[in-house]
């Protein structure tokens, strides 16, 4: 539980980081957003998250494009069922891909591109489980308790860092994936940190 809990945000953090880095315009916006609600003179205070929508879509598109658990827990169906024209018994263990769905062109536009304006204005898909376009926390009986502070933790320490350095890359980002139990970039991210603020 505790590598669960600890793991997988900073991997998501570290996902998010990189493509900022990757895609400086998306940065510039972020850090556009961070300078008019909180200013250049102050850290990033918990009270300010609310305020920050486009942080939160950057973290959600993160997220969709790099769960950092491909496969979610799995289900067992409780009755038999059919899918797609396939009859699946009632016991069967399923494994839910939310790797896959995340780069589904019949669900996303441009799934391979990093594009964080998706989740703002009428799209505001939610990462409760309540959205199965996009449910990196799973849904239902076998949503993530640590959600919450998940969600929290994630934005506060990405602002922190975005509005207190500009991080720059000597070349792009290798995002390439490293899948074991949960998906991390196949090397480490490699920036350097300059005071912001």
Known sequence: MFSGGTDTSSIAVEWALAELVANPDKMERLQDELTRVIGNTRSVDISDLPDLSYLSAVIK???RMHPTLPL?????????CELNGYEVHAGTQAYINMWAIGRDPNVWDDPRQFRPERFLGTNKISLNGGSFESAPFSSGRRLCPGLPLATLSMEFILASLVHSFEWKANDKPNLNEK???VQKLENPLVVKAYPRI
Do not use: C, I, N
């Open 61 to 63: 598109e993160a997220m």
């Open 72 to 80: 979610l827990l799995p289900h067992k169906l409780t009755e038999t």
């Open 179 to 181: 899948s074991q139990f």
